[in-house]
């Protein structure tokens, strides 16, 4: 029989292999399986086949007893299928037979060869290296004026220590559930992700400094598009780096998340939106060397033409929204002189109050605008 001690998501901690008649479990020393929990009796419970060969486990009358998961019933003795799990005290445990079938083995793909392969040092000193050249390569072609290096450090250091906890934050994290990530290949990672996130950036500012209105709803499109691929690359890495989740499972887990990222940055209420982003349309644009300008850009003269006729649509949509009104009012007049209308009315005998007095007033003013 094959025992293996979990962990609470049912990770393997432990696995060992016996070939003998049955198998003690408890917190004593003397057991086949030391279980160092202290909800375990030194000696709590045992593992036996019988003359059929079956196999049975047995609660040798423990405090806290024997159970299946999800169960609240304690078991004195009950027969095992290969591959169940039991709940010792509070700690998980697993039991296969020898001839238990196993999952085909798994194809090593190219992507987690790569990410292994950041895990090296020199990977990630590698890395930060051209990481820190194209910082301070952009902090120069973005300065207007003169180029100091604390630039360097004010533009990039809240990036800087915002991956360096992320990635303290995941191998945290794979080091709690017991998965042992690599926290080089973590940090190599954030780096590569955050460097071509960068890049991307860094293009995109160039294009809509180049660019005119027309072009703000593709590049806007563009940028969130970036945005979510670059998110789901980095989860679907990161669940194999640090929880060794198989590729259709973290594949589901990291589309299902950015749909749900898609979703919330596009909900119909803004009073909601303004609490998840502050991203405004058009994007927003930096003041860029002129030599980073893509095509001639656009003269004074037809820069003005532009001006003038927004300014002419602009009267055009007011006389309209002014003819609107008074066809409005126009109508309103006509429902209210129509026969049923007048039982409503108040009698001519009753002057009319100063509220009415006012609107009139107000209306005339109205019109004569």
Do not use: C
Not at 18 to 47: P, T, Y
Not at 152 to 159: A, F, H, K, M
Not at 184 to 193: G, N, T, Y
Not at 212 to 229: H, K, N, V
């Amino acid at each position: 029989m094959i025992v293996e001690q979990l962990g609470t998501t049912n990770n393997v901690l432990d696995r060992q292999k016996f070939d003998q008649h049955s198998v003690w479990l408890g917190r004593a020393f003397d057991n086949d399986v030391i279980l160092s929990d202290e909800h375990v009796d030194g000696s709590h419970a045992k593992l036996f086949f019988d003359e059929e060969g079956r196999l049975w486990l047995q609660d040798l009358g423990s405090v806290n007893g024997v159970r299946r998961p999800r169960h609240k019933a304690h078991i004195e003795r009950t027969e095992v299928r290969s591959g169940e799990v039991f709940l010792i005290g509070r700690s998980r445990i697993r039991v296969f037979a020898g001839s238990h079938p196993v999952a085909p083995a798994v194809k090593i793909r190219t992507s987690e060869v790569f990410l292994l392969w950041l895990g090296k040092p020199q990977v990630t000193v590698m890395l930060a290296v051209i990481f820190l050249a194209v910082k301070i390569l952009g902090t120069w072609l973005l300065t207007i004026g003169d180029f100091r290096w604390s630039q360097v450090i004010e533009r990039n250091l809240g990036e800087v220590m915002t991956f360096v906890a992320l990635a303290v934050g995941v191998y945290f994290l794979s080091v709690l559930f017991r998965r042992g990530g690599n926290f080089l290949a973590h940090l190599s990672l954030l780096i590569m992700v955050f460097l071509l996130s960068s890049l991307f950036e860094s293009a995109l500012a160039i294009a809509v400094f180049s660019s005119g209105d027309d072009a703000y709803p593709l590049l806007d499109w563009l940028d969130s598009a970036l945005g979510y691929l670059t998110l789901l690359v980095y989860l679907w890495s990161i669940l194999y780096l640090a929880f060794h989740i198989s590729l259709m499972r973290r594949t589901l887990i990291s589309v299902v998340i950015v749909a749900v990222m898609i979703g919330v940055n596009n909900l119909p209420d803004d009073s909601m939106r303004r609490f998840i982003t502050q991203q405004s349309f058009p994007l927003k644009q930096l003041w860029l060397p002129p030599a980073l300008l893509i095509g001639e850009p656009v003269p004074a003269e037809a820069f003005m033409e532009d001006a003038d006729a927004l300014f002419g649509a602009l009267d055009e949509n007011r006389l309209e929204a002014l003819a609107e009104r008074e066809i409005d009012e126009v109508e309103s007049a006509s429902r209210s002189e129509e026969p049923g209308a007048e039982a409503e009315a108040p009698s001519g005998d009753e002057a009319p109050g100063p509220e009415a007095a006012e609107s009139d007033d107000a209306l005339d003013a109205e019109n004569s605008e």
